[in-house]
């Protein structure tokens, strides 16, 4: 992809889609399921606890990532992260037995 070619990126979405998969398979959470529907559960619940930061350029989107890739905000991120793990945890919606690989 070039680097002036549109596009449209919700940077905040990259980031937490990083983190949920990163969390996910560490041993923290070695007991959570790891579906499909309880990642993607995790990830639209914590979004919807932050703000969007949508960009149309890959210049863009590289600057924005630098600019909310501080410790501070990854802190606020994984705080609503750990908070949605645990929401889907207790309520999941697949059907069959969750899976801890």
């Not at 309880?38 to 210049?59: F, I, Q, R």
């Amino acid at each position: 992809m070039n680097m002036s070619d549109p596009i449209l990126v919700n940077v905040t979405e990259e980031i937490v889609r990083g983190l949920v998969s990163f969390l996910l398979r560490g041993p923290e959470y070695q007991t959570f399921c790891k579906c499909e529907i309880c990642e993607l559960d995790t990830v639209a619940l914590t979004l919807n606890a932050l703000p969007s930061k949508y960009v149309t350029s890959m210049e863009t989107r590289d600057e924005a990532f630098r600019m909310m890739n501080t410790p501070e905000n990854i802190e606020r991120i994984n705080k609503e992260i750990i908070h949605a793990l645990h929401v889907v945890n207790k309520h999941p919606r697949h059907k069959e037995e969750p899976t801890s690989i």
